[in-house]
């Protein structure tokens, strides 16, 4: 049966969050919210997509996002996925809100919620869910649903199609994920406002519950505390445990090399974020001045091209992207080829709560060869989703239903 969109619905949904959860180095007083696409078909199906923010201005995202939509009303789903590419440029090259950005800030955002949403309706008109559908597709129709202008000089069409056809040929060695699920790790033991006897409370239910990686916010006022509560959580999971420590871009780079060189002995897997998200070459200088150990950058690059920079620059041991702050699953896509040609691991930042990220990681591992490290994992709003990821035993369940896993009980 054809669906075409009828029409186009935003809507602005914030949830509170119990006492301290959230809140890192610099964001203290977090509300996670949701910018939200419904799209409106012919039938009964609905194409839901989401962008998030931390409340201010998630009312700005929606009406962008009803500002930049108009361009999918009157479009048949099949037609519209064939050539995405093509109208994915042109709402993010619009000729006035472009300035805006560019491939940055409310509008990007409101377009990674449209995006999602179409993705949404693809997988749910297909009656797959979305890791399915992304598997199915022919490498030419993966390809179709990108736009790589800018990105030339890191990664052509030709060279996007190549690696896609390269992988598709092994990718049933990688099947077995799907039975297995994909491994979790916790964010939400090491909040920067949690005290230490509430860490090592939530560190024990942690690993009680099967997760063998954890996440501590550091970046505090007194970094007396961060090593404090660093060497804490190592001593409390143990050596063989993995523990990321997760700057928010407090630092500047002079503490930053400070601080890392005194967090070496506690053996973080990675240092999260140190500094500006924008200053490339300050990454580059502290990756080279602190390896072996490792930098994750990601959850606050906007667009595609500063992950090409990211990538250019060596300044990255790995990639956080995040499909509801990028420009959606098709960026998202872009950066994991992009990074599969770098030999960059991909462990997505998640907005989300781990909803759609649980159908990228997949096919991020089958259809692209990516390790399957892990996906972090943060279940504040559980409660709120209509179909919420299934995490046991620290490992994180295939969903089944069909579309991305992004429907809300407060939309019905």
Not at 329 to 335: A, G, K, L, N, P
């Amino acid at each position: 049966m054809s669906i075409v969109i009828r029409g186009i619905q935003s809507h602005d949904l914030r949830f509170a969050l119990e006492a301290g959860a959230g809140a890192d180095s610099v964001h203290s007083n977090p509300q996670y919210s949701y910018a939200v696409t419904q799209l409106q078909t012919s039938g009964a199906l609905t194409g839901t997509g989401l962008a998030f923010t931390l409340g201010g201005g998630n009312d700005l995202v929606c009406r962008a996002i009803d500002e930049l939509a108009g361009v999918l009303v009157g479009r048949e789903i099949e037609a519209l996925m064939a050539e995405f590419g093509g109208v994915y440029a042109l709402m993010l090259e619009h000729p006035q809100y472009r300035w805006l950005g560019p491939h940055k800030g409310v509008v990007h955002l409101a377009l990674s919620s449209i995006v999602n949403a179409c993705f949404d309706l693809w997988a749910k008109a297909r009656d797959l869910p979305l890791w399915r559908l992304l598997l199915d597709l022919r490498p030419e129709q993966v390809l179709a649903t990108l736009h790589l202008r800018y990105l030339e000089d890191a990664l052509s069409a030709e060279e996007a199609l190549a690696l896609l056809r390269s992988e598709h040929r092994q990718r049933d060695q990688r099947m077995d994920i799907i039975e297995g699920g994909y491994p979790g790790y916790d964010t939400s033991i090491g909040w920067i406002q949690y005290s230490d006897d509430t860490i090592k409370e939530k560190l024990v239910k942690s690993m009680d519950q099967g997760f063998g990686a954890v996440k501590l916010k550091v970046g505090s006022d007194d970094p007396a505390r961060d090593i404090r509560r660093a060497f804490l959580v190592r001593e409390t999971v143990g050596d063989d445990a993995r523990v990321m420590l997760d700057v928010n871009q407090q630092w500047t780079l002079p503490q930053a090399l400070d601080m890392c060189q005194k967090l070496r002995g506690m053996n973080p897997y990675w240092i999260e974020e140190p500094t500006h998200p924008d200053d490339v070459l300050a990454h580059q200088a502290l990756a080279r001045a602190i390896a072996p150990m490792k930098l994750a950058i990601g959850e606050h690059l906007p667009n595609q091209i500063m992950f090409k920079n990211y990538l250019q620059a060596g300044a990255a041991g790995f990639l956080q992207p995040d499909c509801v702050r990028l420009g959606g699953v098709s960026e998202f896509i872009t950066v994991s080829l992009m990074a599969r040609k770098y030999g960059i691991p991909i462990v997505p930042h998640v907005g989300d709560m781990g909803q759609i990220h649980q159908h990228l990681a997949l096919f991020n591992h089958i259809a692209l060869g990516h390790e399957a490290i892990f996906l972090e994992y943060i279940p504040h709003l559980r409660g709120h989703f209509t179909h919420p990821a299934r995490v046991e035993g620290g490992v994180y369940a295939s969903p089944q239903e069909p579309g991305n896993s992004s429907d809300l009980k407060a939309l019905g």
